[in-house]
């Protein structure tokens, strides 16, 4: 995989959400960034609330972002670790919907591993960054048609992010991460 991601002052940046694992592997600051945000920033949705879910999950994600778990693996364990049915929200279809355990990891994932190179652009004063087309993409979605393949304003995407995974903002505008299945990455220009 290493081979495939974009390399930016000797640093390995993902294309493609498949890639994240691999990048975070070979950039140390990008990896201490991305734990640093899991540990600190909100993790908000109704599937983490009750006694213990949060921390639970935040650990989970910690480790997949450490290489200490695949996906695979934390996606088993967010549903050992974060029962449905010890949610007050475990009737609702809507929270818990097919394969939640998967969408959670994916979006979440994918959301502290962009934040965290758009924050790290953000700091070396970068404007712009790239959104690379992804070999899975769905040609339909909003994000395929407008982010990816395109230049874009780091502060921008940096604040579409924030407003809608850590503060529940949401806005109509795409944004990367875009839905639980994207698989586009933002990157150095």
Known sequence: MLNQASTHMNRSYANDYKEIPAALAHNDPLRRRTVALVESDPILGKAFQGPGRTEAFRDILRELALGRLIEGQAIR????????HQSPHAASNRVFPSSWEERLIRMQFSRFYNQAVLEELIERGEEHCFVEHSSAED???????VLAGRTHRVEHLHRLLVEAYAQEQYSREPRIPNH????HVVRPL
């Open 77 to 84: 364990r967010t549903n050992r670790e974060l029962p449905r």
């Open 139 to 145: 040609s339909d979605t909003p994000c395929s048609t």
């Open 180 to 183: 639980p299945h994207c698989t």
